[in-house]
């Protein structure tokens, strides 16, 4: 079946340096993709969002780069702080702009460490 | 605006019991839908809905029940708790008809003895 997968399962950076979570989706008619923030005991946290008519979205200390020749997503974190150790995901939705609502599918998380 | 609000947070249960795992949500959203998240696994679409007396199921949907009698509520039933449904569960909701992120709640955490 189609799935979204990350790469590493944990990422340490120190902190201040720029961290890359990468992100590889096999369905081809997947064009929204997502990142979510999860934190220990709380729900996933929207981060940043990308459609597929775009390579490059930017928002506050955070960039979303989509290859879609190769199928690939990754998020970039600006100047890393303490604040951003949690784990992360990428969602995709599968059904395209006709498909129905956002029945996401999930990959299953990269914990990013940050060290002092 | 509270958001996504789910009750309770923390749940035990033994095999055979039954309980209801309640959301709600104040942003108008059309879309509502439950989330089972289980180590490794990632987080698996158990049943959604795209409005008031509409749901569907998901990926996972044996043994859960949903209903969506008004656009903020959509609870979640396990009719017969069993181990195997030991897991966080997360309630999201969008709006529908576009490309919306999930707006996710805190989750409960629900143990089956």
């Known amino acids: 079946g189609e799935s979204v997968g990350l790469h590493l399962p944990t990422l340490s950076v120190q902190e201040g340096d720029n961290s890359i979570i990468n992100c590889a989706y096999s369905n081809s008619a997947s064009d929204y993709f997502i990142w979510y923030k999860q934190e220990s005991g709380k729900g996933p946290q929207f981060i940043i969002d990308i459609r597929s008519n775009m390579d490059k979205r930017q928002g506050q200390r955070v960039t979303v780069l989509l290859n879609k020749t190769v199928k690939h997503l990754s998020l970039q974190i600006a100047a890393t702080q303490p604040g951003d150790s949690a784990v992360y995901f990428c969602?995709?939705?599968?059904?395209?702009?006709?498909?129905?609502?956002?029945?996401?599918?999930f990959g299953t998380g990269t914990q990013l460490k940050v060290e002092l | 605006n509270a958001g996504v609000t789910q009750t309770p947070k923390f749940q035990v249960l033994k095999t055979g019991q039954s309980m209801t795992l309640q959301c709600a949500q104040d942003m108008n959203h059309e879309y509502m839908s439950w989330y089972r998240q289980d180590p490794g696994m990632g987080l698996r679409l158990i049943h959604y809905s795209v409005g008031a007396g509409i749901t569907d199921q998901g990926e996972v949907p044996n043994g859960y029940n949903v209903s969506r009698s008004t656009t903020e509520d959509f609870p979640l039933r396990l009719l017969s708790a069993a181990p195997s449904q030991t897991s966080v569960y997360f309630c999201?909701?969008?709006?529908?008809?576009?490309?919306?992120?999930?707006?996710f709640g805190n989750g409960t955490r629900l143990t089956v003895t």
């Open positions: 999201a909701s969008s709006y529908y008809g576009s490309n919306s992120p999930l707006h």
């Open positions: 969602a995709e939705n599968p059904m395209g702009l006709t498909g129905g609502g956002n029945k996401l599918t």
